[in-house]
């Protein structure tokens, strides 16, 4: 018998779970609330670029169809700090050869749903799930255009319908004890799109991560294929200065941006035309368990939702479809055992990349400019070039590595205590390459609580 399957969410980690399902033999629907990303105009405010990075690539690579995403995707090496004087300075990521990629979400999008289809995945658009039961596999659709709705019933259901997802909410959230949170943090975000100069160059250097930190506040900007950057201000909701409702006119906005990211204002056209295009945005983190019941599991954002801070809210719904396929392999596609290991395993890294994300939230808001911020990343790198078995600063545990989010997350901890005490020891500015640290570091490690 044909074995099949029911997605719901043609989203990024959907399409591309769909095609690790055909190429295990799966007859694969998907169920997509919105119309043909291939045919649709991206709408402003989702075109966000998103750093993919090893972890996602690895997903790709396992699905084997890194090959035609590579060449959407441009490499940043590091970040380049932009002070209020205009002064640049660059932090890599990693080591030489390392970096994390540029990709547009649309683009992205748009092409794993071209693989998924010609794989042999079956998309039908505008059918919105409205209804679940979980337990008998039944989910009710209702057509976005013509409001028409449907029935069907399926043995295995993925909700992979995104932070607010009707999954979760309308199938897995009426079980017993089911347990969810959703918190909003204090800042939202917004787009602006820097364009290419007149011949198509850049503006800015295209290989890296371009951030303005400016203490409570910051604007990122990613580069995309035609020359231009996508830049995202993330900024308070609400405080008399410094904050979204305080930019109320216009000549508020631009002073805003006069004063405090100089530099960008002076190569950003259209500030006020963009400023007005695009929405404000809202971050939150969205917790629940179980993941899954009977018929129904949750994958991606469905199921950990997190800020976008570390840039791995798309890497790590990749991971599960890394995990699930693993796991089906292993258990031989008995999806009973499959999803309480498949829950089991991955709860705590979804907690972890939550955590993570907040945890960098504050380091790239408060820290990334600070000195004594800059001279611990210095002393971490010096580390970990000399002790590699040691130590890997956290940034490269969760962008460069498969460690587990858990994992790194209980060591990366353990090393922000150990250099809390090393960046307050007097003269540390003079000594911070010296053997003495360097020995000082290795103790620590060999007596830190397991
Ligand atoms: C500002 C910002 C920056 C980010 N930057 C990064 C980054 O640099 N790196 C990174 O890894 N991640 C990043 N992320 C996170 C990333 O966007 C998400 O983790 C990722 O999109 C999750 O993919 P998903 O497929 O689970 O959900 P989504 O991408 O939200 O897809 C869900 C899909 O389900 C569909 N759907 C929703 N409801 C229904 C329904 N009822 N019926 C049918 N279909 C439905 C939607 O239309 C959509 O197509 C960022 C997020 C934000 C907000």
Same mark, same amino acid.
């Given at each position: 018998?044909?074995?099949?399957?029911?997605?719901?969410?043609?989203?990024?980690?959907?399409?591309?779970?769909?095609?690790?399902?055909?190429?295990?033999?799966?007859?694969? +629907?998907?169920?997509?609330? +919105?119309?043909?990303?291939?045919?649709?105009?991206?709408?402003?405010?989702?075109?966000?670029?998103?750093?993919?990075?090893?972890?996602?690539?690895?997903?790709?690579?396992?699905?084997?169809?890194?090959?035609?995403?590579?060449?959407?995707? *441009? &490499?940043?090496?590091?970040?380049?700090?932009?002070? %209020?004087?205009?002064?640049?300075?660059?932090?890599?990521?990693?080591?030489?050869?390392?970096?994390? #990629?540029?990709?547009?979400?649309?683009?992205?999008?748009?092409?794993?749903?071209?693989?998924?289809?010609?794989?042999?995945?079956?998309?039908?658009?505008?059918?919105?799930?409205?209804?679940?039961?979980?337990? @008998?596999?039944?989910?009710?659709?209702?057509?976005?255009?013509?409001?028409?709705?449907?029935?069907?019933?399926?043995?295995?259901?993925?909700?992979?319908?995104?932070?607010?997802?009707?999954? +979760?909410?309308?199938?897995?959230?009426?079980?017993?004890?089911?347990? #969810?949170?959703?918190?909003?943090?204090?800042?939202? #975000?917004?787009?602006?799109l820097l364009p290419a100069n007149e011949d198509g160059s850049y503006k800015l250097d295209k290989n890296a991560l371009h951030i303005w930190p400016r203490g409570r506040f910051m604007l990122i900007a990613l580069p995309n294929d035609d020359g231009s950057f996508t830049c995202t201000l993330?900024?308070? #909701?609400?405080?008399?200065?410094?904050?979204?409702?305080?930019?109320?006119?216009?000549?508020?906005?631009?002073?805003?941006?006069?004063?405090?990211? &100089?530099?960008?204002? /002076?190569?950003? &056209?259209?500030?006020?035309?963009? !400023?007005?295009?695009?929405? %404000?945005?809202?971050?939150? *983190?969205?917790?629940?368990?179980? !993941?899954?019941?009977?018929?129904?599991?949750?994958?991606?954002?469905?199921?950990?939702?997190?800020?976008?801070?570390?840039?791995?809210?798309?890497?790590?719904?990749?991971?599960?479809?890394?995990?699930?396929?693993?796991?089906?392999?292993?258990?031989?596609? @008995? $999806?009973?055992? *499959?999803?309480?290991?498949?829950?089991?395993?991955?709860?705590?890294?979804?907690?972890?990349?939550?955590?993570?994300?907040?945890?960098?939230?504050?380091?790239?808001?408060?820290?990334?400019?600070? &000195?004594?911020?800059?001279?611990?990343?210095?002393?971490?790198? +010096?580390?970990?070039?000399?002790?590699?078995?040691? $130590?890997?600063?956290?940034?490269?545990?969760?962008?460069?590595?498969?460690?587990?989010?858990?994992?790194? $997350?209980?060591?990366?901890?353990?090393?922000?205590?150990?250099?809390?005490?090393?960046?307050?020891?007097?003269?540390?500015?003079?000594? !911070? /390459?010296?053997?003495?640290?360097?020995?000082? *570091? %290795?103790?620590?490690?060999?007596?830190?609580?397991?």
């Amino acid at each position: 018998m044909e074995k099949e399957v029911t997605i719901i969410g043609a989203g990024l980690v959907g399409s591309l779970w769909a095609v690790y399902l055909v190429n295990a033999g799966y007859k694969v +629907r998907i169920y997509e609330s +919105r119309s043909d990303i291939r045919k649709a105009e991206i709408k402003a405010g989702k075109s966000i670029n998103l750093a993919l990075s090893d972890r996602g690539w690895n997903a790709l690579k396992n699905a084997e169809i890194d090959q035609q995403i590579k060449p959407i995707a *441009i &490499p940043m090496s590091g970040r380049i700090m932009h002070s %209020l004087e205009g002064e640049l300075t660059f932090q890599p990521y990693g080591k030489e050869n390392q970096a994390i #990629y540029s990709v547009s979400r649309g683009d992205l999008n748009k092409k794993m749903v071209e693989i998924a289809t010609q794989k042999g995945a079956e998309i039908f658009y505008n059918e919105k799930c409205i209804d679940l039961d979980t337990h @008998n596999g039944i989910i009710t659709f209702e057509n976005t255009k013509t409001k028409q709705q449907q029935t069907i019933h399926s043995k295995l259901i993925f909700g992979a319908d995104g932070a607010f997802s009707k999954v +979760r909410y309308a199938g897995l959230q009426k079980l017993p004890r089911f347990n #969810y949170s959703q918190n909003y943090i204090e800042d939202g #975000y917004k787009e602006l799109l820097l364009p290419a100069n007149e011949d198509g160059s850049y503006k800015l250097d295209k290989n890296a991560l371009h951030i303005w930190p400016r203490g409570r506040f910051m604007l990122i900007a990613l580069p995309n294929d035609d020359g231009s950057f996508t830049c995202t201000l993330f900024m308070p #909701y609400e405080g008399d200065k410094n904050a979204f409702e305080s930019l109320d006119t216009d000549e508020k906005v631009i002073e805003f941006f006069k004063t405090t990211f &100089p530099d960008f204002y /002076d190569i950003m &056209p259209n500030l006020l035309e963009d !400023w007005h295009k695009h929405p %404000l945005s809202g971050l939150a *983190i969205i917790r629940c368990f179980p !993941w899954s019941n009977g018929t129904t599991a949750l994958i991606g954002d469905a199921a950990h939702a997190t800020v976008p801070f570390y840039g791995q809210g798309m890497n790590s719904g990749f991971e599960d479809c890394f995990v699930l396929n693993s796991l089906m392999e292993e258990h031989n596609h @008995n $999806w009973e055992t *499959i999803f309480k290991s498949y829950e089991k395993l991955r709860k705590p890294d979804g907690d972890a990349i939550q955590d993570l994300s907040l945890h960098n939230y504050y380091v790239m808001r408060d820290y990334v400019a600070d &000195p004594k911020f800059l001279l611990q990343k210095k002393i971490e790198a +010096r580390i970990f070039e000399r002790h590699p078995e040691k $130590w890997m600063p956290l940034y490269s545990q969760v962008t460069f590595s498969d460690i587990r989010y858990s994992e790194a $997350w209980k060591v990366g901890m353990q090393q922000e205590a150990i250099m809390k005490d090393i960046i307050s020891l007097p003269g540390i500015e003079e000594k !911070w /390459d010296s053997e003495e640290i360097e020995q000082i *570091i %290795l103790e620590k490690l060999d007596n830190k609580p397991e």
